[in-house]
């Protein structure tokens, strides 16, 4: 969980630096977002894309990831849960985290982040 919770602790820091810390130069992210009466999309990004997202501002982000399942063999891994995404300290959209880890000679990395975003059946 290492990588995990410095990866969710450098996104509520708005830390791009930090947050490509966690993860392999290679990585990638995967979106999977329902919008209420709005066709479903899947958005792909490298590593630096999903970055730029993470720059200074005035408003201040937390995801809370509930209860992850973590399964591992040898040097890889994966952490799965449910998550939810403040703005401000508001709920602004839930889903599910899933995070693909591999370990080499620098430890644990992210190499995959793929996540759901709905804004409907959220809980804070």
Not at 9 to 28: E, F, H, K, P, Y
Not at 75 to 99: E, Q, S
């Amino acid at each position: 969980m290492v990588p995990v919770n410095a990866a969710l602790a450098a996104i509520g820091a708005r830390d791009a630096v930090a947050l490509g810390q966690t993860m392999r130069s290679d990585a990638t992210t995967t979106t999977a977002t329902a919008t209420e009466g709005a066709t479903a999309t899947i958005a792909h990004k490298t590593r630096d894309e999903f970055l730029a997202r993470f720059g200074p501002g005035a408003e201040r982000f937390e995801e809370r990831l509930a209860d992850p399942a973590i399964e591992i063999d040898g040097n890889i891994a994966m952490v799965w849960g449910r998550y939810t995404f403040l703005i401000d300290g508001k709920v602004h959209h839930c889903g599910y985290d899933h995070f693909d880890l591999i370990r080499d000679s620098a430890g644990w990395k992210i190499q995959n982040l793929t996540w759901s975003s709905r804004t409907t059946g959220c809980t804070d």
